[in-house]
């Protein structure tokens, strides 16, 4: 399998403009995560959904972020407009959940996103 | 959520030596605890996990120790390399969230 893919894995963009940012999680994994880094804040998990529902969505920042996963093989994660605050490498993650007795994620190689 | 925290922002060790990776955690519930490794502008990495009924478990190279009575968890890299250097991720895992909390993170330097 390739893996977790996202893109794009680095956006400029300038403060006001919508970005989408997309994932495609690894066949079969039916969790998936939206985390966001920054060096002052870490990782954060923004919002995770289980076969497609979103079940948890009580990180995302604010009413300008939103995520979507329409089937199994692919979300995006939109940004309304953006602002600079919001410039971080943005993870998307996938398992086929905590039934295989395992703590692992399989990560994506982010989307460096830079709002000016 | 509960928070998952690091003692350490920067470890620097010499190639050959022996390394070792603290972590604290303020949840006692967690099921799982968990550590990652990420490289430069890649992401976070699976390395070994360990449940919440064991002190110990190791893999290749690594070893994870777990002390409940205090809450700490530790990373013992064997025979550190400069392939090992990164960040190195704490996380723990409560079945009732279905997700992970990552610590901060520490950053291993392995000279040559």
């Known amino acids: 399998d390739a893996g977790v893919i996202q893109s794009p894995r680095h956006e400029v963009t300038e403060m006001g403009q919508e970005v989408t940012l997309r994932c495609k999680p690894i066949?079969?994994?039916?969790?998936l995560f939206w985390y966001r880094q920054t060096m002052m804040r870490g990782l954060e998990l923004l919002i995770y959904?289980?076969?497609?529902?979103?079940?948890?969505d009580s990180g995302m920042p604010e009413d300008r972020f939103s995520a979507k996963m329409p089937n199994a093989s692919f979300s995006t994660l939109k940004i309304q407009p953006s602002e600079p605050r919001d410039s971080a490498v943005y993870f998307c993650?996938?398992?086929?959940?905590?039934?295989?007795?395992?703590?692992?994620?399989?990560f994506g190689e982010g989307s460096r996103l830079t709002v000016l | 959520g509960e928070s998952v925290g690091l003692h350490l922002p920067t470890l620097s060790v010499q190639e050959g030596d022996n390394s070792i990776i603290n972590c604290a955690y303020s949840?006692?519930?967690?099921?799982?605890f968990i550590w990652y490794k990420q490289e430069s502008g890649k992401g976070p990495q699976f390395i070994i996990d360990?449940?919440?009924?064991?002190d110990k478990r190791q893999g290749q190279r690594v070893t994870v120790l777990l002390n409940k009575t205090v809450k700490h968890l530790s990373l013992q890299i064997a025979a550190t390399q400069p392939g090992d250097s990164a960040v190195y991720f704490c996380?723990?895992?409560?079945?009732?969230?279905?997700?992970?909390?990552f610590g901060k993170g520490t950053m291993l330097l392995v000279s040559p």
């Open positions: 993650a996938s398992t086929t959940g905590w039934e295989r007795d395992t703590g692992e994620l399989f």
């Open positions: 066949s079969g994994h039916d969790y």
């Open positions: 959904f289980n076969n497609n529902v979103p079940i948890d």
């Open positions: 949840n006692s519930a967690s099921d799982y």
């Open positions: 360990i449940r919440s009924n064991m």
């Open positions: 996380a723990d895992y409560h079945s009732g969230y279905s997700t992970l909390t």
